[in-house]
């Protein structure tokens, strides 16, 4: 199969896993049997089942969906700023840092939830590329090692809030750190989706300078293009996207790192086809990873497990299927 047919079929898979994940779920009610009689009107609790899909379910499915696409998009980014395949959100301490001004917002109200996560965010990346910086320069090595280093601060930090905080409000805390979306609502939806799909849409639209940055700064120079200006434009839109997430799913650990590659070895590197379709397979295999989460046992685990439980053994397939290194 070609990457022409790839792409179309990675294009018109969302939708189906859409209405698909609005049939899963562990109520005795919406079943899919009542759920096709409500579209007939036949259904023997018709009221009941259209407020579990249309309050319960499809607010979850479309913030699954954005959260997911949001978190790849942004670490497809964020590997083409830096030409690192080893860089997402996690690692520069993004989510670290977003995760310790959410906790903070969730622990004495000071600042909404997504400022407070975009602002500390913001501020952890600004942290470990300035770190990195010398001699207006930056090193893959010194990034990679700033970033641990800031993260290892955040979650210090975060762990203090913790420690600081009442027990009602620990318990909210702690569960929301370990990434899940059984909270969600229309309310969190639409409180999040105006960032995310904000930042979506700059890097959509700069996808195409991110195969000229790849070059290097030299080579853009040549063709006109800024790179300082256009890194930093990126990184901003990558960080609202992404810190936005955060903020309402909480942290799921390196999903950033790992759905790029997969579209990488599926589809090539190509920004231009990489960048959208990062954004609709990410939201995609995050709302294949939540119907698990929520059906295979009697209670709801975390997201965040199922994340690496899943992704990874699916990551180590691809890359020994495809035969695909990073040595050059």
Request: charged letters at 10%.
């Amino acid at each position: 199969m070609n990457n022409r047919n790839i792409s179309i079929l990675l294009y018109s898979l969302p939708i189906p896993v859409i209405l698909v994940s609005l049939f899963i779920g562990p109520s005795q009610y919406a079943t899919p049997g009542a759920i096709l009689n409500m579209f007939f009107n036949i259904a023997d609790n018709p009221g009941i089942v259209k407020s579990i899909v249309v309050d319960v379910r499809l607010p979850r499915v479309l913030l699954t969906f954005f959260v997911g696409g949001s978190l790849a998009i942004s670490g497809c980014s964020i590997q083409g700023i830096f030409r690192n395949p080893l860089t997402d959100s996690y690692i520069l301490g993004l989510s670290s840092g977003a995760a310790f001004g959410a906790a903070l917002a969730l622990a004495y109200a000071f600042l909404p939830v997504q400022l407070s996560a975009f602002i500390f965010g913001l501020a952890a990346v600004g942290l470990s590329y300035f770190m990195a910086r010398k001699n207006r320069n930056v090193s893959i090595v010194s990034l990679i090692l700033s970033g641990i280093i800031v993260s290892g601060i955040f979650t210090a930090l975060l762990t203090m809030v913790q420690f600081f905080s009442d027990p009602f409000k620990l318990q909210s805390i702690v569960h929301w750190t370990m990434g899940n979306l059984h909270n969600a609502s229309w309310g969190k939806l639409q409180s999040s989706i105006i960032p995310m799909s904000a930042g979506v849409a700059v890097l959509i639209i700069y996808r195409w300078r991110l195969n000229v940055l790849a070059l290097g700064d030299d080579e853009a120079r040549t063709v006109g293009i800024n790179p300082g200006k256009d890194k930093i434009i990126i990184l901003f839109a990558a960080t609202l996207a992404s810190s936005s997430a955060v903020a309402v799913a909480g942290i799921i650990g390196l999903y950033g790192l790992i759905v790029p590659h997969m579209v990488r070895m599926i589809i090539g590197p190509d920004n231009r086809q990489s960048i959208p379709l990062n954004f609709l397979f990410g939201g995609m295999f995050l709302l294949i990873i939540d119907n698990f989460s929520r059906t295979l046992s009697g209670f709801e685990l975390p997201i965040g497990v199922f994340t690496m439980l899943l992704g990874a053994p699916f990551f180590i397939f691809l890359m020994k299927k495809t035969n695909i290194g990073w040595n050059r």
